[in-house]
């Protein structure tokens, strides 16, 4: 396992956890946010969780209101929001900071494992249209970008935020990872 792996975390409970509780898995960890116009994603990102967690897929989520203010609740809305509306099972985390002077430890080394996002710059140009100044590169762009992580605890993708959990690009690299 990576250094990365024993960054300390804690659960949306409050309890301590870290990627290294994970060993042997391949994880998608993901910043999320209830109040955002990619918040439907939590949907599909169930499906996967479902279709892919008895070959090995752990779905990580990690609230994090960085981006306009998106994820305002307690720890205790969020889970209440994501089980009630969307039927979330897979691990939610407690909110951290994805950018700025506060990021947490875990997104520090996730962008410095993986600094480029595929999935191209069509939603860094459509928030620019909106009138919003996206987050500058190589940090995270925006609610809902995703991570991949292989069982031996390297970092093998990252995905831009309109990457859906059905793209043909993020399920091919689930699937690598999980055969291997």
Known sequence: MSAISEIPLKTIKGEPAKLADYKGKVLLVVNVASKCGLTPQYEGLQKLYEEKHGAGLEILGFPANDFRGQEPGTEEEISSFCSTTYNVSFPLF??????????????????????????GTEFRDRLAGYGMTPNPEPGVLWNFEKFVIGRDGKVIGRFTPDTTADDPKLRAALDEALSA
């Open 94 to 119: 407690s909110k951290i900071e994805v950018t700025g002077e506060n990021i947490h430890p875990l997104y520090k080394e996730l962008i410095a494992a993986k600094p480029a996002a595929a999935g």
